[in-house]
């Protein structure tokens, strides 16, 4: 374990995830933040986006004015496409820095899948490899083995959480699953309204992406490690709020298995996970306990047709779906303490 503080830099400080990842570092007890980066407003004060933001932390800096040597970790949250090119050109200069990115470069290990998904050509494959998709409580035991880890999606998460156990025990019928989620619009990024201009935006509900959301692929990968049987539709919605995830997974149960086993498996699975919270068979909920904080809370229940159950998940898409894991991933990675700076 490292008794002393690692030196931390950020790029992309001032997104909302940016924004959210800084404030929950300031609070950390075994992190110095030593360089905020932006391709914008040089000079200004990090706080003068985010007034949560108390303590008094460096200047925003371009990224080139950054002293690798005397970092130890790096977290980006750029645009799809431009960590990959950053994490190119450290990753074999500079050999004690890690990487943990919150955005897409990472998490898909086909080049040419992520370039189907995210338009985009990969720029360093050769990268790939040696990177970790890591949602903290499936992959904890592997973080130490790599420098780059790679952040999964808000959606994933919420997604993958409560059905990866149930899939790994045979619990369910792996065909026909339907995953209806819906989010906070923050989940769009700054640009929102670029991208969702529909009118009444912040009245309204808005479907979107029904075939091809970018998220499928990496849920297509985690899932194909299990089986290459799962079949599923997922359709995200953006609803009038700022953050906050709340997904609804329609199932089969495999005949035999009653619904209680399926919420006994669940908290075996996770019964030693501070940020996972399983209700009581049969509660109703939403994203109100979940808000601001890294955890991710389940409800199992029942359906009125045999064998058919509904379990709900819900996670803050800020914090449990990027800043905030990506802070329980560097709290692994180096030997701190799992919920350190996240209570």
Same mark, same amino acid.
């Given at each position: 374990?490292?008794?002393?503080?690692?030196?931390?830099?950020?790029?992309?400080?001032?997104?909302?995830?940016?924004?959210?990842?800084?404030?929950?570092?300031a609070?950390?007890?075994k992190?110095?933040?030593?360089?905020?980066?932006?391709?914008?407003?040089?000079g200004?004060?990090?706080?003068?986006?985010?007034?949560?933001i108390?303590?008094?932390l460096?200047?925003?800096?371009?990224?080139?004015?950054?002293?690798?040597?005397?970092?130890?970790?790096?977290?980006?949250?750029?645009?799809?496409?431009?960590?990959?090119?950053?994490?190119?050109?450290?990753?074999?200069?500079?050999?004690?820095?890690?990487?943990?990115?919150?955005?897409?470069?990472?998490r898909?290990?086909?080049?040419?899948?992520?370039?189907?998904?995210?338009?985009?050509?990969?720029?360093?494959?050769?990268?790939?490899?040696?990177?970790?998709?890591?949602?903290?409580?499936?992959?904890?035991?592997?973080?130490?083995?790599?420098?780059?880890?790679?952040?999964p999606?808000?959606?994933?998460?919420?997604?993958?959480?409560?059905?990866?156990?149930?899939? @790994? !025990? /045979?619990?369910?019928? *792996?065909?026909? &699953?339907i995953?209806?989620? #819906?989010?906070?619009?923050?989940? =769009?990024?700054? $640009?929102?309204?670029?991208?969702?201009?529909?009118?009444?935006?912040?009245?309204?509900?808005?479907?979107?992406?029904?075939k091809?959301?970018?998220?499928?692929?990496?849920?297509?990968?985690?899932f194909?490690?299990?089986?290459?049987?799962?079949?599923?539709?997922?359709?995200?919605?953006?609803?009038p709020?700022?953050?906050?995830?709340?997904?609804?997974?329609y199932?089969?149960k495999?005949?035999?298995?009653?619904?209680?086993?399926?919420?006994?498996?669940?908290?075996?699975?996770?019964?030693?996970?501070?940020?996972?919270?399983?209700?009581k068979?049969d509660?109703?909920?939403?994203?109100?306990?979940?808000?601001n904080?890294?955890?991710?809370?389940?409800?199992?229940?029942?359906?009125?047709? @045999? !064998? /058919?159950?509904?379990? *709900?998940s819900? &996670?803050?898409?800020?914090? #449990?779906?990027?800043?905030?894991q =990506?802070?329980? $991933?560097?709290?692994v990675?180096f030997?701190?303490?799992?919920?350190?700076?996240?209570?």
């Amino acid at each position: 374990m490292i008794k002393n503080k690692i030196n931390v830099a950020i790029a992309g400080a001032t997104g909302y995830v940016g924004l959210d990842l800084i404030n929950l570092l300031a609070g950390h007890s075994k992190v110095n933040i030593k360089y905020l980066c932006a391709t914008k407003s040089i000079g200004k004060k990090i706080n003068s986006f985010d007034k949560r933001i108390k303590k008094k932390l460096p200047l925003i800096t371009n990224i080139s004015k950054v002293d690798w040597k005397k970092i130890n970790l790096l977290f980006l949250s750029l645009p799809n496409g431009e960590a990959q090119k950053l994490i190119n050109k450290l990753y074999y200069k500079y050999t004690n820095l890690k990487f943990i990115d919150l955005s897409a470069d990472f998490r898909i290990k086909n080049a040419k899948t992520y370039k189907k998904y995210y338009l985009k050509n990969h720029h360093a494959k050769r990268l790939i490899n040696k990177s970790l998709y890591s949602i903290t409580e499936l992959n904890k035991k592997d973080i130490n083995n790599f420098r780059i880890i790679s952040n999964p999606g808000c959606y994933p998460t919420s997604i993958q959480i409560p059905l990866m156990p149930l899939f @790994k !025990n /045979k619990m369910i019928d *792996f065909k026909d &699953i339907i995953i209806d989620s #819906k989010s906070g619009y923050s989940g =769009a990024g700054k $640009n929102y309204k670029k991208k969702f201009p529909q009118k009444n935006f912040y009245f309204s509900t808005f479907a979107y992406a029904a075939k091809n959301h970018r998220h499928l692929s990496e849920m297509d990968q985690e899932f194909s490690k299990i089986s290459k049987r799962i079949s599923y539709t997922f359709n995200p919605h953006l609803i009038p709020t700022f953050r906050g995830i709340h997904s609804s997974i329609y199932l089969k149960k495999k005949s035999n298995v009653p619904t209680y086993k399926i919420l006994k498996a669940l908290k075996n699975f996770y019964k030693k996970e501070p940020f996972i919270k399983i209700n009581k068979l049969d509660t109703p909920m939403g994203t109100a306990n979940v808000l601001n904080t890294n955890n991710c809370e389940i409800s199992v229940c029942d359906l009125r047709y @045999k !064998n /058919k159950i509904v379990i *709900f998940s819900a &996670i803050d898409n800020l914090i #449990k779906g990027a800043a905030g894991q =990506a802070i329980q $991933n560097m709290n692994v990675l180096f030997k701190f303490k799992e919920t350190l700076g996240l209570r």
